[in-house]
């Protein structure tokens, strides 16, 4: 469909210096796309005039005039489709967005979307007071990008293609009203933060705080995961081992095998000794001749019994102990014990030890009560007491009194929630000399890594600023990678996590 449409305004403004024009030099006709209508394709016909510049100094001698909201320079399409096109670049990128322009009636190629995308002008930011810091990765595990945002407006700021301490120095040196810094304490952003800002106060993110804690809460739980047996019930009787068969059979009565071996051998005997062939039997009992042979040279049934059940040495004998209770304490790992017992002096195969613990496994065991694991009894430790039910309580006070070292983890744990939670970060350094008095090493890791960086680990837990909008911003970044499948480069990306 095409409109015919025509400028009516007396004049225009040079592009070049300003001055009013009322001039006409001539005029030509346009033919810019619009969006479509009911479907249909739109073309304006559109007549534009060329004036003559007035001013003397201006290096125009001509200008065409464009007119404000639907035309530019040289563009084929009107203002409007050009905000629709990128508005679904934004969303879509170029291949799904020109398929979805395409039902839109706006028939484009991917290519043509991106430029138009890559057109678009910068946001203009204004100067942040505090600043979010945080790391995303364009290749995970090999390549890492920086991304900051405006902790008080919650609006990206800039992408970085790296997370290098300079790079991040150099974007904080060209802002210097930023007052706050919101970051993990990963050494390249707090160098970079340091060198960049030196201004700024440098806040520690609560959430990977409490991670921190977390991680070696758990660590510290399967330390002593021999202690949490105390929630485990007394293990029932075994039963009694009936009694050995009187003859000395290894087999005994009632037994399938053991009782059909005997019957044909007693019919074997029979026949023999009613004076029948060897052949005879065979054909008689629908034996083969060396099974007649055999039941017949044996005098007893139990001589059939040889290499049953024969409790024959095995050089696994003296390590069994051992396998036993590395069994009985969770590690049923073939191969790692295998590993343990071989500079112990054992000097048989790894199949050997396979096939024992094959046998542990598929053998019958008396039901009982598995201990909590040690991921349980770290979340018992590291939830709020009012959230734990009756029994996680009773529990936790068993394996309290039990173990002192897991009773001063759940002290030091609760310790920390309360100056994390009430925001009392003053209390941070008798909470590490409290922790270090005690023998946790899990914990002592993780007070020294506070110590590296204590006055942002202070900070953190005193003001209200943190890092939350960051890790928002990380997830949206992780979903425009997705869209792009990673054909799209670094620009693109940027633009797009800018602009959407």
């Known amino acids: 469909m095409r409109v015919d449409a025509q400028c009516t305004t007396v004049g225009a403004a040079c592009p070049g210096c300003g001055a009013w024009s009322t001039r006409i030099h001539s005029s030509y006709q346009r033919f810019p796309a619009d969006v479509p209508s009911a479907g249909r394709s739109v073309v304006l016909q559109l007549r534009v005039r060329r004036f003559r510049c007035r001013n003397a100094a201006c290096q125009r001698r001509t200008f065409v005039e464009q007119i404000a909201g639907l035309t530019r320079r040289y563009g084929q399409r009107t203002e409007r489709l050009r905000s629709a096109l990128a508005e679904v670049g934004l969303a879509l990128a170029g291949r799904a967005g020109a398929r979805l322009a395409a039902v839109l009636g706006l028939s484009v190629s991917r290519s043509t979307v991106l430029r138009v995308v890559d057109a678009l002008p910068e946001p203009e930011v204004p100067a942040p007071r505090v600043v979010g810091v945080d790391e995303y990765a364009t290749r995970q595990g090999r390549r890492y990008g920086t991304v900051l945002v405006d902790v008080e407006t919650r609006r990206p700021i800039d992408l970085l293609p790296d997370r290098e ?4 120095a150099a974007w904080l040196a060209q802002r210097p009203g930023v007052e706050v810094v919101c970051r993990d304490r990963a050494p390249f952003f707090a160098e970079g933060a340091a060198a960049g800002a030196p201004q700024a106060v440098h806040v520690a993110d609560r959430w990977h705080l409490w991670h921190n804690l977390s991680e070696a809460a758990e660590r510290s739980v399967s330390q002593h995961r021999r202690c949490l047996r105390v929630l485990t019930p007394a293990a029932p009787e075994p039963e009694a081992v009936p009694a050995a068969d009187p003859s000395g059979s290894p087999w005994p009565r009632g037994h399938r095998f053991a009782d059909r071996t005997r019957a044909r051998h007693a019919a074997v005997h029979a026949l023999l000794k009613a004076g029948h062939s060897q052949r005879s039997v065979q054909r008689q009992l629908g034996m083969t001749w060396r099974t007649v042979k055999q039941f017949a040279d044996a005098a007893t049934p139990e001589e059939l019994f040889t290499g049953q059940w024969q409790n024959r040495p095995s050089v696994l004998d003296e390590f069994k102990p051992y396998l036993d209770n590395r069994w009985n304490e969770g590690c049923t790992n073939a191969w790692k014990l295998w590993e343990e017992i ?22 019958p065991r008396p039901v009982t009560a598995r201990p909590p694991s040690p991921r349980a009894v770290a979340g018992w430790i590291l939830r709020h007491p009012d959230t734990l039910t009756e029994s996680e309580q009773l529990q936790l006070k068993a394996v309290r009194t039990h173990c002192p070292e897991l009773d001063a983890l759940t002290r030091h744990v609760r310790s920390f929630a309360s100056m994390l939670t009430g925001r009392h970060g003053e209390g941070l350094p008798d909470w590490l000399d409290a922790v270090r008095q005690d023998d946790l090493p899990s914990l002592h890791s993780l007070a020294a890594g506070i110590d590296r960086d204590c006055d942002a680990v202070i900070a953190g837990l005193t003001l209200p600023w943190n890092s939350g909008v960051v890790e928002g911003h990380v ?7 997705r869209q792009m499948f990673g054909r799209a480069g670094f620009q693109l990306l940027r633009r797009r996590f800018l602009l959407s």
């Not at 301490?165 to 991040?168: P, Q, T």
């Open 475 to 481: 997830n949206r970044i992780k979903m425009l990678k």
């Open 165 to 168: 301490a300079s790079s991040l």
């Open 342 to 363: 071989v500079p112990l002096g054992y000097k048989g195969s790894y199949q050997r030890v396979h096939a024992y613990l094959h046998d542990k496994r598929t053998s």
